[in-house]
């Protein structure tokens, strides 16, 4: 018994479309290409009309990406972008963001938002560093992240619990949680002119300091660099090969083959970005930095913990249809509480990087709170993310960082005078309210969760 | 109805829909009723007002109780903690300074009673100031990036191009949100953001000073005693007699009025209060010399107050706003044009927040980069006094008064730390720790957050 | 929930043989209003019992008193014979009795693998099993004849009415459940989706399941039910197999509590309630 094509019915209640939709035909725009292809080519053309309907993924970020570094390379004092040195601080840059953004993600699934992961990011910077002191308390590295991170965690989970069980609105308790870590942090430091710093000779010092300044042997970067591409390829070939074997639904195994092979180009690009000299005449810097495999890392645990453990599959859920997760027995108090105390501390490893970032110097202007969650809820919709629950990746996160880091870094690149610094905050608002529209308008046809719901 | 003496009473159950299931609270419809009624409206006499508002507020929905008591216990303590908070000198100069929180209070209302935010007035405020400084400025003076040769307005224009500036803002929000759909809080966080840069274009590096004698007199003049009383009498003698004999002729007409001692109280309070108000002002507070009189802002601002409060319990615009506020989907299953009046929500709020800023030119005559910069803290505060006057944030709850209590208190509060010399790190956790406060005095009022969120 | 039952396969009990889930004078009150008066209700394994009422006689809150959702005032639950009490939704899921409500409770965001196996994930070593989730479901689906989704990996929220129909009982069934109450499955369906339900509501029954269905359209109720039950405010006024009653009498029933050709000598009938009586209901 199949559905007859072309039906035309009306809609039962729960149904996504008010329109009154072909559904059949509607029904394929929606499902995700890779599901329904047998073939490559099937494949592309499912693809060209998922993009049609609305549905774009990963698509607009890469082409902005595009579009962003031709742009800014046309622009610029000497046709400075692209050189290999900016490249690599923009990416030193970005992992502050894609970091940010990978926490804001987990919210934003949800369906809420933290306005105060930059306030909070700002408290882990300054409570590792602190701790990191020399002659006290002098912590080992290992331990001043790791506390640093359980505080954040905590006082994500306090919000967390004013809004999941008290139930205030989110943008109202990480405002105030905003408002109060900026404070806040003026305390910790001591004032509003001190600042903290690290040694770069102390070698327990060095390790953070080195997550942004130092990098990795060239040759050691080539090789980790090939063996990590090497086993993920593998892994999911193998995969997708035994899918198809059992018979369960699988990409066709060309685009397997395509997808390793991008991530492989990827790789390869920046390293050899990274290998270049950056030092010019006078040292030699060179290799990857430190940051790059560990921001990667961030990413592989996120990706993981959303999409392959249940709290990941129940965060989904809850963005998508609240009631049904509870009915289906989901706690979602705990979820929504466990995922702010994620997001603020994975925010304070964000601050950590920043610090690091800054050649290790800590005091109250290293970053502007306010500007950091906007650059990171920005990153993360332009990646891909959906404001209203139940759409994004922490891919979208990485990405997303990306090219705000290089839109943040190629206005700096160009010098407008007076008209640098009010760009400053036009740029990203402008950049956030793009996104936003974007995400809004493409999405029309296919509204889920919250977005469902609104009049 | 017939009945059977044997069996128990037999009427069909006013039950949930099915959508509204597990963990049902199944209300009892008939006796939830009661405690929602405006006591104003079921009371014949004085006693039975209060018996029922007392009732309402067990119920949990307090009204203005919790702000006023709040406005009580903040001065209480703050007088205690330095004797010369209430002296005549700190309390026009409170209420001074309460008037900007009370205009963006208000202007936050707007967007609240949608059950929306709006978190760019403290920029829109921002760059009215600025603007308005800018274009008063002589003939000759080089500042501004936009209009390098001093446009020379006179006082009156720039205020009006001023406000219509921030109208044309307010409805370029306005219509993303209410046309686009985009979530009100990223659209005017942006916008925030864009302000603020094209703040600093304006003011293009440099500080301007507010060199107008007029504008100068908005927030630092004053009337003459004599007509301080004048004006007050004017005023009392004219909400008094609109207000008693509408209440007389509903009652006339056998329509729902409240009794009429209450009317009488609440002219009386009025009174009070005003007579209270201008006795303040007309004491001496100057440090040198003489300054008396009431202050030419408290007037304005209360001339807002009024012109909203009819437009938002009087009008047919108000009452879609409420009903927006409150079930989106009926108003619009009405014929409530829900675009419209939602952009249009947000041109008032920015109208508004460009009177604050006006008075907030006027104020510190002297512009530089880190007002723009201070502005945006104003913004949270506005959304706190909102809150703590009793406005919800989830839409459909509040009134234009709320902003003034809640102005007072968040002023109360500002002012008082500042003479207790407290850190302004510490102030900010202390704002923040108040707005926790408000939102959660305002979620558990509700009952647990807006109906049919889970 | 043991693994082996997931699809609720089990012996096919002759009619005459106990009720699985028998329900008996069941009074439930709110506050000063009797919403159920002295309930008896049988739901036989391998038959369909259609519950109808008009609006507010009480079908809702029956359902939600079998699922858990309520505690009756007065009366006793029995299931498979032994008595026993109900008190919150995971007790009935428990004893294998599963609800599926009009909103169908279906996050869109997810797909039909992940939607089914929403709340009760398989794991391998902490890791989600998506393979034997996928397969497992593909099974139930399978098993229940519901063939028409092109994907088993398609979003919720791209399927049809009926598609996502057939998926919320899928997911009801797959977990050795014994009892189905499906709460208006066809209401805004068109004439295709509902016959698509409507077959996988008998093939429930063929698998030996006791399904309820709350419907107050008579068409379906008529298509689909071996049995009828219907309640007028608050009472059970008629329960029979479907054969014996027609049309008429089921509308006179359901309006007044008696039909012509068939009156409850110990029910007496109330002057018809005013508009109040007609309040939102399943």
Request: proline residues 4%.
């Amino acid at each position: 018994m199949t559905l007859t094509q072309g039906t035309l019915e009306p809609v039962a209640p729960g149904e996504a479309a008010p329109d009154v939709d072909l559904t059949a035909a509607a029904g394929v725009a929606e499902v995700p290409p890779e599901i329904l292809a047998q073939s490559l080519g099937e494949y592309f053309r499912a693809y060209w009309q998922k993009l049609k309907g609305g549905d774009s993924g990963l698509l607009p970020v890469l082409v902005a990406m595009v579009i962003v570094a031709i742009a800014f390379e046309l622009i610029t004092p000497e046709n400075a972008f692209l050189r290999p040195s900016n490249l690599v601080y923009i990416f030193e840059l970005s992992t502050v963001y894609m970091v940010l953004s990978m926490g804001e993600i987990v919210v934003l699934l949800l369906g809420e938002l933290d306005l105060s992961i930059g306030a909070v990011a700002l408290m882990g910077g300054v409570i590792a560093y602190k701790l990191i002191q020399t002659p006290s308390p002098n912590f080992p590295w290992w331990a001043a992240i790791l506390v640093s991170l359980l505080c954040c965690g905590v006082i994500g989970g306090l919000q967390g619990i004013l809004v999941a069980r008290v139930r205030i609105p989110a943008f109202v308790v990480t405002l105030g949680g905003f408002l109060f870590f900026t404070g806040m942090i003026v305390i910790l430091l001591g004032g509003a002119d001190t600042s903290l710093g690290l040694d770069p000779t102390n070698p327990n010092q060095a390790v953070l300091y080195n997550l942004e300044q130092g990098n990795i042997n060239v040759v050691v970067s080539w090789v980790a660099t090939g063996v990590v591409v090497v086993i993920l390829g593998s892994i999911t070939w193998f995969r997708a090969a035994s899918r198809r074997r059992s018979g369960l639904v699988a990409p066709p195994a060309s685009l397997a083959a395509i997808r390793i092979a991008l991530m492989a180009a990827a790789a390869v690009a920046v390293l050899a970005i990274c290998t270049v000299n950056r030092g010019g005449v006078f040292a030699t810097i060179q290799g990857l930095p430190w940051v790059i495999p560990v921001v990667l890392g961030i990413l592989g645990f996120w990706t993981l913990l959303l999409q392959q453990t249940r709290y990941g599959r129940y965060v989904y859920a809850i963005g998508g249809n609240p009631e049904a997760a509870r009915r289906a027995g989901v706690s979602l108090p705990w979820i929504r509480t466990w995922s702010f105390a994620l997001c603020s501390a994975t925010a304070g490893f964000a601050g950590i990087l920043l610090g690091s970032f800054y050649y290790g110097q800590y005091s109250s202007n290293v970053g502007d709170p306010g500007q950091l969650v906007l650059y990171s809820v920005a990153a993360a919709v332009i990646g891909g993310t959906s404001l209203f629950g139940g759409r994004g990746k922490a891919i979208h996160g990485v990405l997303g960082g990306l090219l705000i880091g290089a839109i943040a870094y190629g206005v700096s690149l160009m010098n407008l005078g007076t008209l640098s610094i009010p760009l400053e905050y036009i740029l990203p608002g402008a950049v956030l309210l793009l996104a936003v529209l974007v995400d809004v308008l493409s999405r029309r046809g296919a509204r889920t969760g919250k977005d469902a719901a609104r009049v | 109805m017939a009945r059977i003496d044997s069996d128990p009473l037999t009427v069909p159950v006013a039950a949930n829909s099915s959508s509204d299931v597990a963990g049902a609270n199944v209300d009892l419809t008939a006796a939830a009723g009661v405690e929602e009624v405006p006591p104003e409206l079921v009371a014949q006499s004085m006693g039975e007002y209060l018996r029922v508002y007392w009732r309402r507020v067990r119920g949990g929905d307090s009204g203005v109780l919790p702000v006023v008591v709040g406005i009580i216990l903040v001065y209480v303590a703050f007088q205690i903690a330095d004797s010369k908070f209430l002296g005549a000198q700190n309390v026009v100069n409170l209420l001074e300074q309460s008037s900007i929180y009370m205009l963006l209070a208000m202007a936050e209302i707007f967007a609240l009673l949608l059950g929306e935010i709006d978190l760019s007035t403290g920029l829109v405020m921002g760059l009215a100031a600025v603007t308005l400084a800018e274009l008063v400025q002589p003939a000759g003076a080089a500042n501004c990036a936009l209009c390098p040769h001093g446009l020379a307005f006179p006082w009156w224009l720039a205020i009006i191009v001023t406000l219509l500036i921030c109208m044309g803002i307010g409805g370029i929000q306005g219509t993303m949100i209410a046309r686009f759909r985009m979530p009100s809080f990223i659209v005017t966080l942006g916008g925030l953001l864009i302000l603020e840069g094209v703040s600093l274009i304006v003011l293009n590096g440099n500080p301007v000073r507010l060199g107008n004698l007029q504008l100068y007199d908005i927030f630092w003049g004053h009337f003459s005693t004599m007509v301080g009383w004048i004006l007050l009498a004017v005023v009392v003698v004219a909400t008094g007699v609109s207000w008693w004999f509408r209440d007389a002729s509903r009652r006339r007409r056998g329509l729902v009025a409240p009794p009429a001692s209450f009317t009488a109280i609440k002219i009386a309070a009025v009174a009070v209060a005003g007579v209270v108000v201008v006795l303040l002002c007309n004491e001496n507070r100057a440090h040198f010399g003489i300054i008396e009189g009431v202050p030419y802002l408290i007037p304005i601002v209360f001339a807002v107050l009024f012109a909203w409060t009819i437009l938002l319990q009087r009008t047919r615009f108000g009452r879609y706003v409420y009903a927006i506020g409150g079930n989106p989907e009926a108003a619009r299953r009405a014929g409530v044009n829900l675009p419209s009046i939602r952009t249009w929500c947000f041109v008032l709020a920015a109208l508004t927040a460009g009177i604050a800023g006006i008075l907030f030119a006027s104020w510190q005559v002297f512009l530089t980069t880190n007002i723009i910069k201070s502005a945006n803290s104003y913004v949270l505060l506005a959304v706190a006094a909102a809150v703590i006057g009793g406005t919800s944030l989830f839409g459909g709850r509040g009134k234009t008064i709320h902003g003034v209590l809640g102005g007072i208190v968040i002023g109360g509060i500002y002012n008082g730390l500042y003479l207790l010399g407290v850190q302004s790190e510490w102030v900010d956790v202390g704002i923040a720790l108040v707005l926790l406060a408000a939102g959660t005095i305002d979620v558990l009022s509700r009952g647990g957050g807006r109906p049919g969120t889970t | 929930m043991s693994e082996e039952n997931e699809h609720g396969v089990g012996p096919h009990p002759s009619a005459t043989a106990e009720p699985l889930l028998k329900l008996r004078g069941i009074d439930k009150h709110f506050g000063a209003v009797q919403a159920l008066y002295h309930v008896d209700l049988d739901l036989p394994a391998g038959q369909v019992t259609g519950l109808c009422g008009d609006n507010g006689a009480g079908k809702s809150v029956l359902t939600r008193c079998i699922a858990g959702v309520h505690q009756p005032d007065r009366g006793q639950i029995y299931f498979e014979g032994r008595p026993v009490h109900i008190r919150q939704a995971r007790d009935a899921a428990a004893l294998g009795i599963e609800t599926v409500y009009q909103d169908l409770a279906l996050a869109d965001n997810l797909d039909i693998v992940q939607n089914m196996f929403l709340g009760r994930e398989r794991t391998h070593y902490q890791m989600l099993d998506e393979d034997s989730m996928e397969r497992s479901a593909g099974e139930t689906l399978a098993g229940l004849r519901v063939t028409s989704v092109r994907s088993i990996r398609q979003p919720v929220g791209s399927l049809s009415g009926g598609q996502r129909q057939s998926v919320a009982v899928a997911k009801a069934v797959m977990w050795n459940s014994k009892v189905v109450l499906l709460d208006e499955p066809t209401a805004a369906l068109g004439v295709v989706q509902t016959r698509m339900v409507l077959d996988l509501v008998r093939r429930l029954r063929d698998h030996g399941l006791a399904v309820m269905v709350i419907s107050h359209n008579l068409n379906d109720v008529f298509e689909v039910a071996d049995r009828l039950a219907i309640l007028h405010l608050g009472r059970m006024v008629a329960e029979a197999p479907a054969a014996s009653f027609d049309r008429q009498s089921v509308v006179e029933y359901m309006t007044t509590g008696v039909s012509g050709g068939r009156p409850d000598p110990s029910y007496t009938p109330l002057e018809q309630p005013a508009e109040a009586a007609a309040e939102t209901e399943a």
